[in-house]
């Protein structure tokens, strides 16, 4: 009986999406639960599981082709894995016998890998079904050194020997993700009026606060950490609450001001950096936010995050110092009329009652909308989040 495989349902924001990757071909047993496709959308990388035990029959659509939601993109033989796993693995015995394991058997998406990292097959151990080389144990090679002793391959002497001077490029096509990451900051550079001020904050108070609790703080929620993030969210929820206009948004002709706090944090993947929304932040406890933020961390970098976790948002607050960046304009995440950047902890001399003191600085900027917020606005919310994180008990009371 053969099985309909179809795209994932998109939401309304999302128009279409692209094969990214056939991780099973045609006449390829398959299990319940096992990853047969990803399609990469302009915000998420979508896996599709197979729904039964089979072989995937046929393929409709090839990599790189745009597919619409709900459309059917291959047939899966319910049923057949039994009858089809002897064969497929009468075929790949007799290859790998002959060639004496100089050749790898890969999966489609390990073959690509391999071949963008200049990789050659025949040096991967393949921890696959029947020794088939993953994806994963492509990333893994490429992460490992080399053995030293290990002769090279003619085609490496071969590049080592090339003439001086020779120059080479590579050309390849922007992923989707990319590509709209691009549209979308141009869109914000040439439809928004935007305009960055800047401040400076000293962290020693909640360094201190935080070395302080740290230890009992992780012991009361289980084995979560407390980060400076959480002190920023909760700073920043404050300062919108006190402020509405950096909580709203421009729809047309019309200023649409949200009766909640919905934070966005920008998270960087090797696809490109996306902004996962932290809900109704006004309610979350550190502990809440905290769990949250590195939740979003670890999925994001594996392409787990949900479209529904990505929309939305009516602030956002990014984090250059992670990266080492002392200072920076961020810019815009549209519809938002605001976004925040973090930067480097730096020691700096201060003046403080007359007596020079080095302290532990930060700075800060907030990019702002100019049609929506003044400056007025803009500075006093900016200097808000500065006296909350200096005397972050302010935090706490609510005050």
Excluded: C
Excluded at 41 to 64: A, I, M, R
Excluded at 114 to 130: H, N, R
Excluded at 271 to 295: F, H
Excluded at 316 to 324: A, L, S
Aim: charged residues 25%; negative net charge.
């Amino acid at each position: 009986m053969a099985i309909e495989i179809k795209a994932p349902t998109f939401p309304e924001s999302v128009q279409d999406g692209t094969i990214a990757a056939w991780i099973k071909q045609p006449g390829e047993a398959v299990e319940r639960d096992e990853l047969i496709v990803e399609i990469e959308t302009d915000k998420v990388v979508l896996e599709v599981v197979s729904p039964v035990d089979g072989v995937l029959e046929k393929t409709l659509k090839g990599e790189g082709d745009t597919i619409q939601s709900n459309e059917v993109i291959a047939f899966i033989a319910e049923g057949a894995a039994a009858s089809a796993a002897p064969a497929a693995a009468s075929e790949e015995a007799a290859p790998i016998a002959s060639s004496s394991d100089a050749e790898s058997v890969l999966s489609p998406a390990a073959r690509k890998l391999a071949a963008e990292k200049g990789i050659d097959p025949a040096s991967i151990t393949g921890t696959g079904k029947g020794g088939l080389v993953t994806k994963e144990d492509v990333a893994n090679h490429s992460a490992s050194p080399a053995p030293v002793a290990a002769p090279a391959p003619k085609a490496a002497s071969k590049e080592i020997e090339m003439p001086a001077g020779e120059r080479t490029e590579k050309r390849v096509p922007m992923t989707r993700m990319r590509a709209r990451i691009a549209e979308r900051l141009l869109d914000a550079s040439q439809s928004t009026a935007m305009l960055t001020t800047f401040n400076e904050v000293n962290m020693q108070p909640v360094m201190d606060l935080r070395n302080k609790y740290k230890d009992q703080f992780e012991k009361v929620n289980g084995g979560t950490r407390l980060g400076f993030m959480s002190f920023f969210v909760k700073a920043a929820t404050e300062a919108l609450r006190k402020y509405p206009a950096v909580n709203a948004s421009i729809d047309g002709n019309d200023i649409v001001y949200h009766g909640f706090q919905d934070v966005g944090v920008a998270v960087s993947t090797e696809k490109g950096l996306v902004v996962p929304v932290l809900r109704n932040t006004e309610n979350m406890s550190m502990a809440q936010i905290e769990n949250t933020i590195r939740d979003f961390g670890l999925r994001g970098r594996d392409g787990k995050l949900g479209m529904d976790e990505m929309t939305g948002g009516t602030f956002t607050i990014t984090n250059g110092g992670v990266f080492g960046s002392l200072l920076s304009t961020p810019i815009l995440n549209p519809p938002q009329a605001a976004i925040l950047g973090m930067h480097k902890i730096q020691e700096r001399p201060m003046a403080e009652n007359g007596q020079v003191v080095v302290r532990p600085m930060m700075y800060l900027a907030l990019s702002y909308d100019h049609r929506l917020i003044d400056g007025k606005e803009a500075v006093s919310f900016l200097v808000t989040i500065k006296d909350l994180l200096e005397d972050p008990a302010r935090i706490l009371l609510g005050v």
